[in-house]
């Protein structure tokens, strides 16, 4: 990306990026190193999290009139052992990737981790976060078993404000450390599939606080072995045709089997079982 001359390479950081990002006193990335002779006031922290300097640079860009910016920084975080100070903080490496830009979401974001999770052979799990700079509907953690490996999401329009951008930004953060311990880089080998799968769009209107993740989650489970694919690829809101805190999610869903042609009843019975689910666990309506 253009105008990155100042990139931020510092492991030290400003004491107001908590503030800045909205994090409450307890927050325990508060809880940082604190050098004993800094250059100045600015840069007296030791970082605990990747979040400020990768909005920064994303900002700068903005104010530069880059009209898409898409960047990335690998780097260490300092997180102490004890608010005493007593022992020698942990050293994380971790990765930090950020974005903005005309055709870029939440999804474009969710669409890069997921390529680079590829890369190392392991499949995440994606759950609703609550971290104070991310917005709180447009924002994920990524889990892998009951291991975080990160978060991605917008970023909050209160702390979009504070940097004088008017535009949605997203980031996301992931720990390089835990990644390369989880990698899997063996391969699994299936024949071509002899048989032709069979293909379901369907749109729920669910409300807006149940993650796409979950009614993905859902679907899987009334699929059985026959469903082996299922994705979204739109999500719509409009107060007026669907209602406040409302949301439209369409999903695509592939059938198929190895031994043979799928029948439509087959398929039609798991999707009526499928749409039963959804409608008994989020209350979904069928658009």
Not at 64 to 84: G, H, I, Q, W
Not at 106 to 133: H, N, P
Not at 160 to 180: C, H, K, P, Q, T
Not at 253 to 272: G, I, P, S
């Amino acid at each position: 990306s253009q105008g990155m001359s100042e990139t931020l390479t510092y492991s030290f950081t400003t004491p107001k990026c908590f503030d800045i990002l909205r994090m409450s006193a307890e927050d325990e990335r508060r809880n940082c190193v604190k050098l004993l002779k800094p250059l100045g006031e600015d840069l007296s922290v030791m970082r605990t999290t990747l979040a400020y300097s990768t909005i920064s640079m994303l900002a700068s860009n903005f104010i530069k009139s880059n009209k898409t910016a898409k960047l990335f920084e690998v780097a260490k975080v300092y997180l102490p052992k004890d608010k005493d100070m007593k022992q020698l903080p942990d050293e994380v490496l971790m990765l930090g990737m950020g974005m903005y830009g005309q055709g870029v979401d939440f999804f474009t974001m969710k669409g890069a981790v997921e390529v680079l999770l590829k890369k190392f052979g392991i499949k995440a799990d994606y759950t609703r976060a609550d971290i104070s700079y991310l917005h709180k509907g447009r924002s994920a953690q990524i889990n892998v078993g009951k291991i975080a490996l990160g978060y991605l999401g917008e970023v909050h329009p209160q702390v979009a404000d504070s940097f004088d951008v008017g535009e949605r930004m997203y980031i996301a953060e992931i720990n390089v450390d835990m990644l390369n311990s989880l990698a899997d880089y063996s391969y699994t080998f299936v024949p071509i599939a002899k048989y032709p799968p069979m293909e379901r769009d369907i749109a729920v209107v669910v409300d807006e606080k149940v993650a796409a993740g979950d009614l993905l989650a859902c679907i899987r489970k009334g699929g059985g072995s026959l469903l082996v694919d299922a994705s979204v690829f739109d999500i719509y809101r409009n107060k007026e045709a669907l209602g406040a805190d409302k949301k439209s999610v369409a999903i695509n869903l592939v059938f198929r089997l190895n031994d043979r042609t799928l029948t439509e009843e087959e398929v039609n019975a798991k999707m009526n079982r499928i749409l039963t689910k959804l409608t008994s666990e989020f209350n979904a309506v069928q658009r």
